[in-house]
């Protein structure tokens, strides 16, 4: 495969390790030689006021790791912590990309907007469709939670 870009940016909470964030990280190391993935913090979580408990971070940061050691992809990935919503992606000039979802593309499009007044190149938006349980709504960690569906979007309550 050819890798479009050196350093892909791509960050999220990754609690409930589901589907669409495998999906998600996926894309990002198809397109990207290296990977920047931001894990929000704790605090950042709170502030992010999600509406369900999340897991702490040192859980989350492990399950994350583990996935990408699975896929071979731990070297070429570089994790750091989110304080705020916008990680390094507002300073490093390396970036080319970023990888997001429907659901968090206008983030992107915010960050090359901050990017621009940093006078840093935008980066290339790639958007990944949201992926769908089993009833065609969209896999998510509050349904997971919500117990509705399990981390492959089958459903559980009927």
Request: proline share 4%.
């Amino acid at each position: 495969m050819n890798r479009s870009f050196k350093i892909v940016a791509v960050g999220g909470t990754f609690d409930e390790f589901h589907k669409g964030h495998r999906i998600l990280l996926q894309k990002a190391f198809e397109v990207g030689e290296n990977v920047l993935i931001g894990l929000c913090t704790d605090d950042l979580v709170e502030k992010l006021g999600k509406p369900h408990e999340i897991a702490p971070f040192a859980v989350r940061l492990e399950e994350l790791k583990g996935f990408l050691r699975e896929c071979g992809w731990l070297e070429r990935a570089e994790i750091v912590p989110l304080y705020d919503p916008y990680g390094p992606t507002l300073t490093n000039k390396h970036f080319e990309a970023i990888v997001v979802s429907e659901e968090t593309e206008p983030r992107a499009h915010e960050i090359n907007e901050k990017r621009r007044v940093n006078n840093l190149r935008p980066l290339r938006i790639i958007v990944i469709d949201m992926i769908l349980a089993e009833n065609c709504q969209a896999i998510s960690t509050t349904r997971i939670r919500r117990l509705e569906i399990d981390r492959e979007g089958k459903l559980l309550k009927r």
